[in-house]
């Protein structure tokens, strides 16, 4: 298995905006579908969107219209773009392809 690299969480008021991002030290990113999961303690993860090799994208009801996704395939990385951040969005963040997950990156949406 590869680790995949989750960067961009933090602390947003709000009505902000994150970017999200996940690496891979191989090629997971060009190969397969890439999911982002959320979990909040206490609950089930939980699927966000995901977005195939060849840029179709799916989204959870829950973030649709404020969440988008991108990949580029050159440099291994899909983009988590989240906007209009809820309370409720607040989680930590989970990319994961195929086997492969990464540790997960904290957001945080308060004022």
């Known amino acids: 298995q590869v680790q995949l690299v989750e960067s961009g969480g933090g602390l947003v008021q709000p009505g902000g905006s994150l970017r999200l991002s996940c690496a891979s030290p191989g090629s997971i990113v060009s190969l397969y579908t890439m999911n982002w999961y959320r979990q909040t303690p206490g609950k089930e993860r939980e699927f966000v969107g995901s977005?195939?090799?060849?840029?179709?994208?799916r989204l959870a009801d829950s973030v649709k219209g404020r969440f988008t996704l991108s990949r580029d395939n050159a440099k291994n990385t899909v983009d988590l773009q989240m906007n209009s951040l809820k309370p409720e969005d607040t989680a930590v963040y989970y990319c994961?392809?195929?086997?492969?997950w990464g540790q997960g990156t904290k957001v945080t949406v308060s004022s």
């Open positions: 994961n392809g195929y086997t492969n």
């Open positions: 977005i195939t090799t060849r840029g179709a994208t």
